[in-house]
């Protein structure tokens, strides 16, 4: 008898027990990974046990914990940059494994690049698992990482004309204006001649806390060029803001000229852009950086293409930034645009920008040398790092216009104008302020002003606007009006305005005075607006169309489609309170007295049991309306307030009552609900969506339904039905969507004529539902109006039924820059009388 076979078998079951047991506890490793040539910690680092598919990620400290109940025996640790480390560990124990990761940052200038076709998602790509780390260490490499932070912005925008010809100076026209030609800056830009003609600049301390989070930026001060009252300046400065918008490449997208880029750094970006390392820099501190050249994969997308350089301190952050606008995307004018970007390393390790330099050349073709040539600089200094600040400091206090932030002497701008200005930019608002004083200048300015803003500026006062001078309608035939409105320079406080009018074929006199009373002491048109405002008006008005009241008889729209007689007279007394918060939430509260007297076609009210006839409707209502338009932009001026578009909500609620006081004939309750906003949906461009909801309680006639926007004009316009009659429908309950699809040339850059000539897709959809209560039917009430017929006694307003009015249409846009062309068809109601089932419509825009 032997015991060697059962020794055998004994260590052999000892050594599967001992597997087991070990099996059975868990792995758990922990520890902090570091650099090992600065001992600083390294976060988002690849930890994983070696033959699995169990990993994590350092955290933000470098810190990691991981864990298994498999026999692990080795831990993989990696990380672009460093070299990559297997460590051997306790299988079935908890312990404690500090790693030091060995930089290799020198082997990476060795990395050649092929032009190779690569995978769409290609991660065995060096440059495309660098660019990863950057993605993933953005939030800790941005300003908003910090819970306090606070800095100095010297923020300048200068445009110039650029390679003006000689022979311009000396043609008579301009023989008066040498001095102005005289002042050339050919050294700042290469290749350029630049002749300023725009400068502003200001000066912000910026104050931000993450928790609650706030932002305050504190001016303190401001200079521009002031072209006189030939030309609103304000607004100048605000449109170049709008093209120039600071630019941020944290940011996943960021606008420029009007149009969504996507950041090279974007969360998505490696899905649209292609990526290159093209270097490896050692800086004077012996810090090396890694050259990151990309492309856009689809080349007709609105992309950048460029460089970034990228730290290889753990942090990944971009120290330097230069972007260009693919050339080959659908924008106008723009023959060039650049963006170059300086990041500064902080006391802490971080870097912070500290220079930003957007510029773009201008022109009307590529071949042409000349044009306008615009940049915008901002320089950050003097940044605090999580200092906290009483919590006034991040409270914006009321913006109320102060002539000493805009009077600073020379001094405040020697010691904080952190970009040099050029010889030629020092001497610009010099020559502005001379030429302003110019005669000639004037007269050329006022007649620029009257053709483009429609206005003619007396200083205190100003007449227009020149479209409404003259128009003509069936009701009134050949009309005349004039008008006019007092400016700042009247007062700051309060606004009048006015217009008188004449028809010559009902030969009646229409008017209209309002004045406004500003309660925060700054232009009603300035945001945020706090005012009051009270007017007076008697003119007519079609049902349907919804325009800006005082400009309905702009004589383009005089021109209509099809029978256009359903008027109103409408006499309107109306007082308003206005109250806009920073928050960009606002208030107001209305009454109106109104009488609608029929005329044209309308005339007269009828009852249904034709037994009653009645020479107006009288009505008097209160209303409250709340809205609300986060980050909301507009173009300020000093007469005229214009939001931009944004990807931002828009919501808007409105209540008003129908009451029986000063002899209002009915009582009734109305609820309007308006949403849009407008959405990008990168590469197909952007889509502008409204939504719209109304219901009215009680009984009234028909004038006071809802009567959906219908346009008879022959220009297509966005928020009305274009191929809808006026008054051809009425509803008490009603909802609707409008879908504006703009495509930015996505499939006509594909077409070699199409791309030349920069055409742009458009497609719209729009559909209104509704519904007409019993109550609100005139055939079941007689004490009701009747709908209005035509001559023939065929009605031609009705109720909308279950199936809802739809109409589509397929433009072209761009076309000369500046037309929009539409085909318009409609699909539903196609029986009701004199309608248009398809049409050709035409809307003037200018756009980039």
């Avoid at 960009?584 to 049991?609: C, E, M, V």
């Avoid at 952007?686 to 719209?692: G, L, R, T, Y």
């Amino acid at each position: 008898m032997t015991f060697k076979p059962a020794y055998k078998q004994l260590l052999l079951i000892l050594s599967l027990f001992t597997g087991l047991c070990a099996a059975a506890q868990p792995t758990i490793v922990s520890g902090t990974v570091t650099d090992a040539s600065n001992k600083r910690p390294l976060p988002y680092v690849s930890i994983a046990f070696l033959g699995s598919t169990i990993g994590v990620n350092s955290d933000n400290n470098g810190h990691y914990a991981i864990k298994a109940s498999g026999a692990y025996q080795k831990l993989k640790v990696s990380y672009v940059g460093y070299k990559e480390s297997v460590i051997s560990i306790q299988p079935g124990k908890q312990q404690v494994l500090n790693v030091q990761l060995v930089p290799v940052a020198q082997n990476l200038n060795e990395v050649t690049v092929k032009t190779r076709k690569r995978p769409k998602y290609d991660n065995e790509n060096p440059a495309v698992q660098l660019i990863r780390r950057v993605i993933e260490n953005k939030p800790k490499n941005r300003p908003e990482a910090y819970n306090y932070v606070e800095y100095k912005e010297y923020d300048k925008m200068q445009f110039s004309l650029s390679n003006i010809s000689e022979k311009v100076k000396e043609k008579k026209l301009f023989r008066k204006y040498k001095f102005i030609f005289e002042n050339k800056d050919s050294l700042t830009y290469p290749g350029k001649t630049l002749l300023p003609i725009y400068l502003k600049e200001r000066v912000t301390q910026v104050f931000y806390r993450k928790n609650p989070e706030a932002t305050r930026n504190k001016v303190l001060g401001e200079k521009s060029v002031d072209f006189g009252p030939g030309f609103d300046s304000e607004g100048i400065g605000q449109y170049f803001q709008h093209l120039y918008t600071k630019v941020d490449i944290y940011d996943n997208d960021m606008m420029l000229l009007g149009r969504q880029f996507l950041s090279p750094i974007a969360d998505n970006a490696p899905t649209f852009y292609k990526y290159f390392i093209t270097d490896t820099i050692t800086l004077e501190t012996g810090k090396k950086l890694i050259q990151l050249s990309f492309t856009p994969r689809n080349t007709n997308n609105i992309l950048f293409e460029g460089d970034i350089f990228i730290t290889l301190d753990g942090n990944y952050a971009v120290q330097k930034a230069e972007l260009i606008i693919n050339k080959n995307i659908n924008v106008n004018f723009v023959r060039t645009m650049n963006i170059d970007q300086d990041f500064e390393l902080s006391e802490d390790g971080r870097y912070h920008m500290s220079r930003s330099n957007t510029f773009a050349d201008f022109g009307i073709s590529q071949k042409k040398k000349s044009g306008v040539f615009g940049s915008r600089t901002v320089v950050r200094r003097d940044f605090t790092i999580n200092k906290p600040r009483p919590d006034t400091t991040y409270i914006t206090p009321p913006e109320v216009d102060d002539e000493d932030l805009r009077n600073r002497p020379d001094s405040f701008w020697v010691k904080n104008r952190f970009d040099t200005l050029s010889t030629a930019e020092s001497k610009v608002y010099k020559n502005i302020d001379s030429l302003v004083h110019m005669p000639s200048f004037r007269r050329t300015a006022d007649i620029i002003n009257l053709l483009f803003a429609g206005f003619k500026n007396f200083g205190k006062f100003e007449v227009g606007p020149a479209s409404t001078f003259y128009s003509f309608n069936p009701v009134e035939g050949f009309r005349l009006r004039v008008g006019g409105r007092t400016t700042a320079d009247f007062s700051r406080k309060i606004f009048f305005e006015g217009y008188g009018a004449y028809g010559f074929k009902d030969e009646k006199w229409k008017y209209f005075f309002a004045t406004s009373y500003s309660l925060n002491g700054k232009s009603i048109y300035r945001f945020p607006q706090h005012y009051i405002r009270a007017s007076i008006q008697r003119d007519t008005k079609i049902p349907g169309q919804e325009l800006q009241f005082i400009q309905e008889d702009n004589v383009l729209l005089s021109f209509k489609r099809g029978r256009n007689d359903k008027y109103y007279y409408n006499d309107q007394y109306r007082f308003e309170y206005v109250s806009e918060f920073r928050n960009h939430f606002s208030y107001y509260i209305g009454l109106r007295k109104l009488i609608q007297t029929p005329a044209g076609s309308l005339f007269p009210f009828i009852n249904t049991a034709a037994t009653q006839t009645f020479s107006n409707l009288s009505t008097s209502e209160a209303t409250l309306g709340v809205r609300y338009a986060p980050n909301e932009q507009f173009y300020q001026g000093k007469l005229f307030r214009a939001p931009i578009r944004n990807q931002y909500p828009k919501l808007s609620l409105e209540y008003t009552a129908g009451l029986r006081v000063l002899n209002g004939q009915y009582r009734y309750d109305k609820i309007d609900f308006r949403g849009e906003k407008r959405n990008y949906v990168a590469p197909f461009g952007f889509s502008d969506v409204v939504i719209e909801a109304s219901k009215t309680f009680g009984q009234v006639p028909y004038p006071l339904l809802n009567i959906p926007r219908g346009n008879q004009t022959f220009a297509y316009v966005i928020d009305q039905y274009n191929l809808m009659n006026f008054l051809e429908f009425v509803s008490d309950k009603s909802a609707s969507v409008i879908i504006d699809h703009h495509f930015g040339g996505y499939f006509f850059n594909k077409i070699p004529l199409f791309k030349k000539l920069k055409l742009r897709e458009t497609a719209s959809f729009k559909s209104l539902w509704g519904s007409l209560s019993q109550k609100n039917t005139p055939s079941s009430n007689s004490n009701l109006y009747q709908f209005p017929t035509d001559d023939k006694g065929v009605p031609i307003t009705y109720a909308i039924g279950s199936t809802p009015y739809i109409e589509a249409s397929v433009g072209i846009e761009n076309i000369f820059k500046f037309i929009r062309v539409d085909y318009v068809k409609r699909f539903t109601y196609l029986d009701n009388p004199d309608v248009a089932k398809w049409g050709i419509r035409v809307k003037i825009k200018f756009d980039f």
